[in-house]
């Protein structure tokens, strides 16, 4: 019990790290914890590295918020900024930890569901996964301002994984996926030079719970699809 408590402790103090330090992902703790697998009992590892990532997603936001930092998920960078360029910094992070806080509940709450739910439909959909890959991807390309450059660069990216998986060590995959991540936030913000607010507003809009609940609820839903699909 001990020593769960330790790694337990271990991972929220390397999560705290990952997440207020641009460009240093759990990943890269991660790796160097799993060449330490034959060391040390798997079930105090698990415990470590689950506190480490529900750490790190709950930190991670501040940078990103405030310096633009990137991160596997841009999509999540965007409403920050936009807040961040109203002055209202301080809000988007008192609403990205409202949300996480929210999302831990309801995953939990709805964990026995979701157990018994998932080994029923992932059989169902794993054969049909490639055809709602294809209609994802086709939705964002033909979704943009610039179709053909977007498809352009869908299909480059697809040949640039054909090409890592069959002729480069697996080893090559971690930094090529780093800066695939880094790079498209790192040039977007390189070209705008955006200027912060000299003024920033410390207080919080007030919203009901039931906004609240429904906001984290569909957050919650959608982030469970994400995990058990793959793509």
């Known amino acids: 019990m001990l020593s769960l408590i330790v790694f337990l402790i271990l991972g929220i103090i390397i999560g705290i790290i990952t997440g207020l330090i641009p460009g240093l992902h759990p990943n890269s703790v991660s790796l160097i914890t799993i060449s330490l697998a034959l060391s040390f009992p798997p079930l105090p590892l698990a415990v470590f590295l689950i506190a480490m990532g529900v750490t790190n997603s709950f930190l991670t936001f501040i940078p ?132 912060l607010p000299d003024k920033i507003s410390f207080q919080v809009e007030h919203l009901s719970k039931k906004f609240l609940l429904y906001s984290a609820s569909i957050g919650s839903l959608a982030g469970i699809l994400a995990g058990l699909l793959p793509g």
């Open 64 to 195: 990103s918020i405030l310096l633009g930092a990137p991160e596997e998920n841009v999509l999540v960078v965007l409403p920050g900024h936009q807040l961040l360029m109203q002055g209202r910094g301080y809000e988007a992070i008192y609403l990205s930890v409202v949300g996480g806080l929210g999302a831990c509940i309801i995953s939990l709450v709805t964990l026995p569901l979701f157990s018994l739910i998932i080994p029923i439909i992932y059989p169902l959909l794993r054969p049909n996964t490639h055809w709602l890959l294809i209609f994802v991807a086709s939705y964002m390309i033909f979704s943009e301002k610039k179709s053909f450059f977007a498809l352009i660069t869908f299909l480059l990216a697809g040949l640039l994984g054909i090409f890592s998986l069959n002729h480069i060590d697996s080893a090559a995959l971690f930094p090529l996926l780093t800066g695939l991540f880094a790079l498209p936030i790192l040039r977007s913000s390189y070209k705008q030079k955006v200027v």
